[in-house]
């Protein structure tokens, strides 16, 4: 029998080899902690609602001990270290305010850091994520939160292409991870995917999409085939020919889509003048006519930000976490399947929209993956 710490957050010290026992128990803060991650919702701090109830959860499972004394890969540290360093290195250089940004990266770190050494119970984790994208894109329909893009969905979510980055990537999570039933995690699925379509992200239709003929084909392949069909579904986003991004209900988009392209021009102005530590946490933003906006490609935002060894680290990292599930996804794992789905998502999603890849969703990508690793002794086809 293991032994039960008497707290309203802890989880049960078990040995990785009873990890599955452990994480059908349903926790309470992870479960609300989690669901308030998607509620975009500004406070009167320098961080969202969402990132501060983040660095809680953060601060609650640092109190827990690691499940079956797991630690993080070494790779991981290595990648995580040397990116906060990377950054805070190229504000200092730079002389920018990172103040802010540093303090986003580190409460993405202390994600990575609990989740993947099992201190967060992954089902409460899913669970709370399927419980606020069903509420909130449901209040969204019939306009509560907020209705700034009329016709498409948003409310709390915000942007709407935001919302389905945040639909996309966290939606997998839920759909594998609220349940072991498929009756349910169908139930899950359908709204998210009806939410999804609702934001009318092109980007975000073609995330979800891939993320099917992941879960269905790709993650039968081997590492190799698998990483090559992984590469070449994201390469596909980038090499659409516009004629098919233009019908019928993105027909109306030639405006939006003429500003997307200034702005993506000026952002490789931008970048071809930095120096190799990038030009500092904060930067990734353009000015159009004296507007400013936020960078629309993540891969270039991300090298705005700290050079090209910032971009190489981050994808370092969604590499790694990525053929970690390799071999359990071959041998039936469905969890660790949708996990990898979500990696694609992210990296997807890093096409059109700059905040991505130094974003909380992505560290909660990558916790869930080396969360599931630990899993590895417990694969069923089932999931």
């Given amino acids: 029998m293991s032994r039960r710490i008497d707290s309203p957050w802890n989880l049960p010290d078990k040995t990785v080899d009873r990890a599955d026992e452990a994480d059908r128990e349903i926790r309470i803060t992870d479960f609300v902690l989690m669901a308030t991650l998607v509620l975009r919702t500004e406070t009167a701090g320098p961080f969202p609602l969402n990132e501060v109830c983040m660095g809680l959860l953060v601060a609650l499972a640092a109190m827990r001990p690691a499940r079956g004394g797991a630690k993080l890969p070494t790779l991981v540290v ?17 002389q920018v305010d990172w103040s802010r940004r540093i303090g986003h990266l580190v409460i993405m770190a202390g994600l990575i850091w609990v989740f993947g050494t099992g201190r967060i119970s992954l089902r409460s984790a899913g669970l709370g994520l399927a419980a606020s994208l069903v509420v909130v894109m449901g209040l969204a329909t019939v306009g509560i939160g907020g209705d700034y893009y009329p016709g498409r969905l948003t409310g709390f979510l915000g942007d709407p292409n935001a919302g389905a980055y945040f639909i996309a990537v966290l939606g997998i999570l839920a759909v594998f991870f609220c349940d072991d039933r498929w009756k349910v995690r169908l139930a899950v699925a359908a709204p998210i995917l009806g939410g999804l379509v609702l934001t009318y992200s092109r980007t975000g239709l073609l995330a979800g999409a891939f993320a099917v003929v992941w879960v269905l084909l790709g ?3 081997g590492i190799a085939g698998g990483a090559a069909m992984a590469f070449g579904l994201v390469w596909i986003v980038d090499n659409i020919p516009k004629s098919l991004t233009t019908f019928g209900p993105f027909s109306d988009r030639s405006g939006s889509d003429a500003l997307r392209n200034r702005i993506i021009a000026q952002e490789r102005v931008q970048i071809s003048d930095m120096p190799w530590y990038g030009h500092g946490p904060g930067t990734a933003k353009v000015n159009i006519r004296d507007l400013e906006f936020f960078f629309h490609n993540s891969y270039l935002a991300t090298r705005q930000e700290g050079g090209w060894g910032a971009l190489l680290l981050v994808l370092g990292l969604m590499v790694v976490a990525f053929l970690l599930l390799s071999k359990q996804a071959r041998n039936g794992d469905i969890k660790a399947a949708g996990v990898q789905a979500s990696i694609i998502a992210v990296a997807v999603m890093a096409t059109t929209l700059g905040e991505v890849l130094l ?12 969360g599931q690793r630990l899993h590895r002794n417990e694969s069923s086809p089932d999931g």
């Fill in 219 to 221: 993650r039968r392949l």
């Fill in 359 to 370: 974003d909380v969703p992505m560290a909660i990508v990558v916790g869930f993956a080396l």
């Fill in 78 to 94: 290595v990648f995580v270290g040397a990116l906060l360093a990377l950054l805070l290195y190229s504000g200092l250089a730079n």
